[in-house]
């Protein structure tokens, strides 16, 4: 244990001082110095210092994902910020000037959704109240909550800019909405398209693609017999998951190679329900191999039929309404008879099922596991259905985000995601803008009531038509929320104002962070935005990290009630301990496994470290007392110890891992070459390589080794308060990004610490030049070995600490000088006495070899019951000899190769290496304290 470990004070450890607490209290301290660092303006970018606009100092910039305006944090939320704060503060840190811009989203269905339930327990709908009141209700609604989220995430310690704080539905980045959809309008990229889209009968709008979510179903596949007309022996069977949909069916479809159905191509068959007559044709839509060959065509509710429909001139009768109801919608022409009118879809495939029976039409019914899109707001089966939408053409867009990626503009991590990325252009569809709501941005197209065909779409709002004077009425719809959004690191910067400073200045940003779950949705749409209107990618590098997940593998998430709400975590922990337990929990783009039903167990790391951390500052500062502390700058080389020498340069190895554990920061050159794609963004691996250094190394070894000389008046003592200053102050720099309110509250507390300055903006720390190793660092390490051995010896053999024990030492001329000249540490150290000789001697006890030879033999008689001992080891080392004879006899069984799964043979190959290596150490201390016999 170290000196630091202990509770009580060491006899030789100088009292704490009055003003430094015996223990951190987080909720004050964050609290404080939260405050501190926002009226201070820490985090305020300034623009004007940007090199790209003449300034000093290079750009780095990272923009929040915006959460939804009504939204309260969750652990995702906690998981994506710290991530970003991590980056964000170590640019700034490195001499960047960095913004960090956050905002939210206004959201569209979601806001929506709450304001129309609280409507519903009001006895009222939105119609009630009709569209002014609504978005008036609605926006008081979202500036009375929104923004909890942002002051969360400030709890969190986010050092964003909050000065410029975005909102998607403000009427600045309103305008810039506007001003893309009528440049694209204007290319001819955004249409109007009367196609089959996804609605969703419980949000009553259309959805893209994206926002209907395909979910595995196991449902039933209906086999339906469609009889020949004029011909009742003959008959086609076509199977269907959605019996309901065929009150719209207008023909059936054969393959036009199909040999079983050349005669039928032309002729007629009765619809069942209905006994209506609608044409067999030929359409290599239909697959020979697929069932029976035969597909019912219904074109206003699949979107591969209502592509046949458009091939063949074929009527499309909508039979399912806007809320899900089987329903006359556009040229029905009857088809949907009185006694299903108003029937739920899903009840009114029972009915159909049943007469179908009833008419001896239902050939069989089979289990059949396809996928089914659901909501992704709402998670309601989302019904295809015709409908007149705005659409973007996706194609050129997506040209320019493709090339990003393939040669190196853009890197994305981790790489496996690539891929998705790329096959998601390549087979991209039209998207689907339109939304038929009312909170959101509406769609700024105009129709005039005197000529049709004038449809106006206007950066401005009209009253009247500019082609002809008559009057002019505003498109019901509203845009897509993620029009807003993909516009996002373009519209938060000032565009379209292409001279805005900031614009100039920070564009393009340098990484974005987000989950992958929002790859499409977001993500690429931001990359094909930054093409479309700035000429360059928002970003070099896009960063998917993992997911919190329970213990049980699940998805952090409300409705499972497996979720951690980040805020109680803080209340009782503080937002350190959470920050750090999420980052060193995190390997890249890897999932964050967490328990919602332990909080104590799950954010132990975090906590204990943050414990660890004020103690080691407490005892470290106390020891160093206030008088005045050299400056390290002035001590020359000759100056220091081994100890201070191996702490340098353990420091000089710590900063640069943490480097290359985080960056770099941006590729110069504007692409990523490819041995440096995959480079950067470990941050556990910065978390672990800062808090070995604090924790292990210099708190563990270095302070323990000067204890002695900070306690000694006299130059020397000079030396290593100035060494434990700096390498405790460059330690706090290099965790600060991952635990900001802890380092700063001791670094405010180093001798010589001036008022008003900020660890948050201090600089990084540098490495010195990489040269050969310090012969001193060399030796320390030396001097290592010999103690951790000397503990692996007590430890193993179970000697008190408190009891003095005697180590032969044989070694070369030189290192035998250097463990002599540290006698006295070594043997405070590790409690043992040292004594020099030319060969082992005979006698019972344990030894050990280290690396370059020096040999260390720890007499044990005297000190242990030596043969009871023996037997212990001797019965523990013949119990592994039987367990690994039973080893070697099942991995060598052919029947166990052949039968077991790979992975359970690679782990029974593992132990055999575990215990080999078990038995070998075993038979060297049973060789050692009992003799060859």
Same mark, same amino acid.
């Given at each position: ?291 029976? %060959? ?311 790391? %975090? ?19 206030? %008088? ?102 460059? %330690? ?202």
């Amino acid at each position: 244990m170290s000196i630091s470990d202990t509770a009580d004070p060491a006899p030789d450890r100088a009292p704490a001082s009055d003003d430094f607490p015996a223990q951190y209290d987080p909720a004050a301290t964050e609290a404080r110095i939260s405050d501190r660092w926002e009226q201070a303006g820490a985090f305020v970018a300034d623009a004007s210092r940007s090199s790209r606009v003449g300034g000093d100092r290079d750009p780095y910039s990272i923009l929040l994902p915006p959460p939804n305006v009504t939204a309260i944090l969750h652990v995702g939320h906690g998981l994506n910020a710290t991530v970003q704060d991590v980056l964000v503060r170590w640019a700034r840190m490195k001499g960047r000037e960095t913004l960090w811009v956050p905002g939210t989203d206004h959201a569209g269905i979601a806001t929506q959704n709450i304001i129309e339930r609280q409507l519903a327990e009001e006895g009222r709908s939105r119609q009630d109240l009709g569209r002014d009141a609504f978005l008036q209700r609605t926006a008081a609604f979202v500036e009375r909550t929104g923004g909890t989220i942002l002051q969360q995430l400030r709890a969190m310690g986010a050092s964003a800019d909050w000065s410029r704080t975005a909102y998607t539905f403000s009427p600045e980045l309103s305008g810039a909405v506007r001003e893309a959809f009528v440049r694209l309008h204007e290319r001819g990229l955004i249409y109007r398209g009367h196609r089959v889209i996804h609605w969703c009968p419980r949000c009553r709008t259309s959805l893209s693609d994206e926002e209907a979510e395909p979910h595995e179903t196991n449902g039933t596949l209906y086999h339906v017999s469609y009889p020949v007309q004029g011909d009742a022996s003959r008959s086609i069977t076509v199977a269907t998951t959605r019996p309901e949909t065929m009150l719209g069916d207008v023909a059936v479809a054969v393959n036009p190679d199909d040999e079983r159905y050349q005669s039928l191509i032309g002729t007629n068959v009765l619809l069942p329900i209905l006994e209506l007559a609608i044409p067999v044709i030929a359409d290599e839509y239909a697959d020979p191999a697929f069932g029976t %060959g035969v597909v019912k065509i219904t074109p206003a509710h699949d979107a591969n039929d209502f592509e046949v429909g458009r091939r063949h001139g074929l009527a499309m009768p909508v039979v399912i309404d806007q809320t899900g109801r089987m329903g006359e919608g556009p040229d029905a022409g009857g088809r949907v008879p009185e006694r299903l009118r108003g029937v739920d879809r899903f009840d009114a495939r029972k009915r159909i099922v049943a007469e179908l029976e009833t008419a001896g039409r239902l050939v069989k019914k089979e289990p059949h596991s396809h996928n089914v899109r659901h909501c992704y707001r709402c998670d309601t089966v989302v019904e295809p259905r015709l409908s007149d939408q705005w659409f973007v053409r996706m194609q050129p867009l997506a040209e320019p985000a493709l090339d990003a990626v393939r040669t190196g503009r853009v890197r994305i991590l981790p790489e496996r995601h690539i891929a998705v990325y790329e096959h998601w252009l390549t087979n991209i569809r039209d998207w689907n803008i339109s939304r038929q709501l009312w909170w959101g941005h509406r769609v700024p197209v105009w129709y005039c009531q005197a000529d049709a065909s004038h449809v106006i779409a206007s950066r401005e709002d009209i009253t009247t038509c500019p082609h002809c004077g008559g009057a002019a009425v505003q498109d019901e719809d509203v845009l897509d929320t993620w029009f807003s959004s993909w516009l996002w690191p373009m519209s938060t910067l000032g565009w379209p104002n292409e001279g805005a400073t900031d614009l100039r200045a920070f564009y393009p940003s340098d990484v974005l962070v987000t989950a992958p779950e929002i790859l499409f949705f977001w993500v690429a749409r931001m990359v094909m935005a930054g093409y479309a209107f700035m000429g360059d990618a928002p970003f070099h590098s896009i960063y998917l990290h993992g997911t919190a997940r329970d213990t049980k593998g699940r998805k952090m998430s409300k409705s499972l009630g497996n979720g951690i709400d980040p805020v109680d975590v803080i209340g009782l922990y503080g937002a350190d301990a959470l920050r750090f337990t999420l980052v060193s929990g995190m390997g890249l783009g890897a999932d964050v496994f967490l328990d919602p039903a332990d909080l104590e167990k799950t954010f132990a790391p %975090g906590r204990n470290f943050s414990t660890k951390l004020w103690n080691i500052g407490r005892f470290l500062l106390t020891n160093v007392g206030t %008088g005045e502390v050299r400056p390290f700058a002035d001590l020359a080389p000759d100056e220091f110890t081994r100890a201070d020498a191996w702490i340098l340069e353990r420091l000089d190895n710590a900063i640069r891992d943490c480097d290359r554990a985080i960056g770099p920061l941006s590729n110069v050159r504007g692409v990523w070459l490819d041995d440096e794609r995959a480079a950067g963004l470990r941050l556990n691996d910065h978390a672990e390589t800062a808090r070995r250094f604090v924790w292990n190394e210099l708190a563990d070894w270095y302070l323990e080794a000067i204890k002695t000389r900070l306690l000694t008046p006299g130059d020397d003592q000079q030396v290593a308060r100035s060494v434990l200053v700096h390498v405790f102050d460059q %330690g706090l720099r290099l965790l600060h990004p991952i635990v900001p309110f802890i380092t700063e509250a001791l670094w405010e507390r180093l001798p010589g610490h001036v008022d008003g300055t900020f660890v948050a903006t201090s600089p990084w720390p540098e490495a010195r030049p990489a040269t050969e190793v310090s012969p001193l660092a060399t030796q320390f390490e030396e001097l290592r070995d010999v103690v951790s051995a000397l503990r692996t010896i007590r430890s193993e053999y179970n000697i008190a600490p408190s009891r003095m024990i005697d180590a032969f030492v044989v070694a070369s001329a030189d290192r035998r000088q250097m463990l002599d000249e540290e006698y006295l540490l070594i043997n405070r150290l590790s409690r043992t006495g040292l004594a020099f000789v030319d060969e082992a001697p005979a006698t019972q006890g344990a030894s050990v070899i280290l690396s370059g030879g020096t040999e260390l033999i720890v007499p044990l008689e005297g000190v242990i019951d030596v043969d009871k001992e023996c037997a212990r080891l001797k019965g523990e080392l013949a119990s592994l000899e039987k367990q690994l004879v039973a080893l070697e006899a099942r991995l060598g069984n052919p029947s166990f190769a052949e039968r077991a799964p790979s992975h359970v043979i690679d782990a029974e190959r593992a132990k055999r290496e575990e215990w080999s290596a078990r038995r070998e150490h075993l038979s060297r201390r049973v060789e050692g304290l009992c003799g060859a016999g």
